[in-house]
């Protein structure tokens, strides 16, 4: 199948002015100007007409669990207040909820152009309920930081640990492509963390985690005090790891800093400088998702967008779980950044939802490009002949899509 356009954007090399891409089965076999494309392609194309080709887009970090509280949790006074008002609307909703709110929240991704994603799950078993209209990434979602209670029942726990951990596995493991998130430093203990990295070893997997997010979480681990700190001491979270270190030094320690190719770090935004001085001496990087609605909804520091890129790291976009954010659009999420950095060009915006995300998933030879051997995601909007990227990210409505090969 020949698709041509008015321009080909490849996010692999320049644009392709009046280009075409051969899709067969599922894969792109051939990419370049329309005419010599016809010469070495015989077969009917279809002509978009005056509209941009470009590669699917790439979530790189959402929660489809929680898309039925869209609009539900009004932002709140502090980021614990959010996490009870959360796990309030959770404790209403069944597993068929869950299936539900996960298949609306795959077809609302794919509406916006979202061809690939990586999404968290709180209830890895519910997913061979599940089909999977895009690529994705399932990462189970570990918690295990409870009232440790007295000492005896201490080895019971983490038995339970390990068993729990071995169901996650079990479950997310069916799915093609699969990773684990110890969920938060708050929420995951420093052994959690350590069966996370082991396991990825073992099975090549990825792994992803929330780190630094909001002013409670270093104030809870540098400073033990906070509103978060108050919350989880009530509730009989050990706080022996408050008190002196930051959330990206415990990090760093709780991984040994072996594996951190494999990670994907949601957030980011509460750095200081010693945490830059660690992160320039690190000799290997991890990859990280900035999600600036979520971002703007909770009114989190600043994202130290510059001085990450500065360091030479790969940074994602994602939408985060629409308990606080409006939709899964990544245009929008493009925009939002935009106008929280306006000096960042709009190539390298388009980058953190295509090759950027390829690259943090290790799949940057199929995934997020236009090229011979890329997987056939592929969308297209009308161009009015302005700036053309600028045009991509402002585009507001459905774009006309393939996925796998497959015209949607
Ligand atoms: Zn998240």
């Not at 750095?271 to 830059?276: A, Q, R, T, Y």
């Not at 969308?379 to 302005?386: E, I, R, T």
């Not at 700036?387 to 006309?400: K, L, S």
Request: overall charge negative.
């Amino acid at each position: 199948m020949i698709v041509r356009a008015r321009t080909v954007v490849t996010m692999d090399g320049p644009a392709i002015d009046n280009g075409a891409v051969v899709v067969s089965e599922n894969r792109i076999v051939d990419v370049g100007k329309v005419d010599e494309i016809k010469t070495r392609n015989p077969g009917e194309a279809i002509d978009l007409g005056e509209q941009a080709l470009l590669p699917g887009l790439i979530n790189a970090h959402c929660h489809l669990d929680y898309t039925c509280l869209r609009g539900k949790i009004p932002s709140q006074k502090s980021f614990a207040d959010w996490i009870r008002a959360i796990n309030a609307e959770k404790a209403k909703l069944t597993a068929d909820d869950y299936v539900a709110s996960i298949t609306e929240g795959f077809a609302e991704a794919k509406r916006f152009g979202t061809t690939t994603i990586a999404n968290l799950t709180a209830f890895p078993e519910l997913i061979s309920q599940i089909r999977e209209p895009i690529h994705t990434w399932w990462f189970a979602e570990l918690i295990d930081v409870r009232a440790p209670g007295r000492a005896n029942e201490l080895v019971d726990l983490v038995r339970r640990r390990t068993d729990s951990l071995r169901r996650a596995i079990n479950s997310v493991k069916s799915a093609p492509n699969w990773g684990l998130a110890p969920h938060a430093l708050f929420t995951a203990s420093n052994n959690l963390y350590r069966c996370c990295e082991e396991v990825a070893q073992q099975k090549n997997i990825l792994l992803t985690t929330h780190l630094a997010e909001s002013r409670e979480e270093m104030e809870l681990f540098r400073d033990a005090s906070g509103a978060l700190y108050e919350f989880l001491k009530s509730i009989g979270r050990p706080m022996d790891d408050c008190g002196s270190k930051t959330p990206l030094e415990l990090f760093l320690a709780a991984t040994a800093g072996r594996g951190l190719p494999n990670w994907i770090v949601a957030h980011l935004n509460e750095l200081v400088d010693g945490d830059f001085e660690l992160l320039e001496k690190s000799k290997t990087q991890f990859h990280i998702v900035h999600s600036p609605r979520s971002h703007d909804y909770f009114g989190h520091s600043r994202f130290p967008f510059e001085r990450l890129r500065a360091l030479g790291f790969n940074i994602c976009l994602g939408t985060d779980s629409l308990a606080s954010n409006e939709n899964l659009s990544l245009f929008a999420e493009m925009r939002a950044f935009q106008k929280k950095f306006p000096a960042v060009s709009s190539e390298e915006i388009l980058q953190m939802v295509t090759v950027n995300p390829a690259m943090a998933l290790h799949h940057e030879s199929v995934l997020g490009k236009i090229c011979r051997g890329a997987h056939g995601d592929l969308l297209a909007m009308p161009l009015s002949g302005g700036d053309m990227i600028e045009e991509i990210i402002a585009f507001t409505g459905e774009p006309w899509m393939m996925v796998g090969g497959q015209i949607q």
